[in-house]
């Protein structure tokens, strides 16, 4: 599988903490994205990071991308339940097909 | 602004019944395509288009067949459902940029059983 890996499986963390995630994946890549999916919903996108950019923030949001380890980052700062949700990165590998990881389960507990 | 809309939202079909998911996106986006999301398996890509009369497969593309006759239009066809067709449908679009796509746009899904 072209999968790309997320890790942890499921982070559980109180309201106000940081929560990180990782994504490793296997062949080299033209853009990484970080999608959030709420239970039952469609997955909407949280930010995109190219294979030549190494860090980008949007918000309480700060990814990080490190082409020769082939992993990425999702840090989300001061969580709020909010932010309970599925996490899933996709990569871009030959500008037409985008393979997701199996995600991370985050739960913010109030 | 209704992005992408799937319908149905659920769907029951018999073994070796056939149906269309229908999947609509109001964006111009060139590229559309279908993945299904099963327990512990994240999302995996059964069909792509990168625009209207041109689709290829992705990782999962057997028991589907897609045509893209509109730009706005990528219904997903089951010719003989299968109990492990059961799933999660989800049609995405995105605009294609030189060097790699945009963001995806999801629909909401189709929930699919196949008794």
């Known amino acids: 599988s072209q999968q790309g890996e997320e890790d942890p499986q499921a982070l559980s963390i109180q309201e106000g903490e940081n929560a990180t995630m990782n994504c490793s994946y296997k062949t080299s890549i033209n853009n990484l994205q970080w999608y959030r999916q709420n239970s039952g919903r469609g997955l909407v996108h949280l930010i995109l990071?190219?294979?030549?950019?190494r860090e980008k923030h949007s918000g309480r949001l700060r990814v990080t991308l490190d082409t020769s380890k082939k992993s990425s980052s999702l840090l989300i700062t001061a969580s709020r339940a909010a932010d309970t949700a599925s996490y899933f990165c996709?990569?871009?590998?030959?500008?037409?097909?985008?393979?997701f990881g199996t995600g991370t389960s985050l739960t913010v507990i109030p | 602004n209704a992005g992408v809309t799937q319908t149905p939202k659920f769907q029951v079909l018999k073994t070796g019944q056939s149906m269309t998911l229908q999947c609509a996106q109001d964006m111009n986006h060139e590229y559309m395509s279908w993945y299904r999301q099963d327990p512990g398996m994240g999302l995996r890509l059964i069909h792509y288009?990168?625009?209207?009369?041109?689709?290829d497969q992705g990782e999962v593309p057997n028991g589907y067949n897609v045509s893209r006759s509109t730009t706005e239009d990528f219904p997903l066809r089951l010719l003989s459902a299968a109990p492990s067709q059961t799933s999660v449908y989800f049609c995405a679009s995105s605009a294609v940029w030189r060097g790699g796509n945009g963001e995806l746009f999801f629909g909401e899904g189709s929930r699919l059983t196949v008794l």
């Open positions: 288009s990168v625009g209207a009369g041109i689709t």
């Open positions: 990071i190219r294979s030549n950019e």
């Open positions: 996709a990569t871009d590998f030959t500008g037409n097909q985008f393979y």
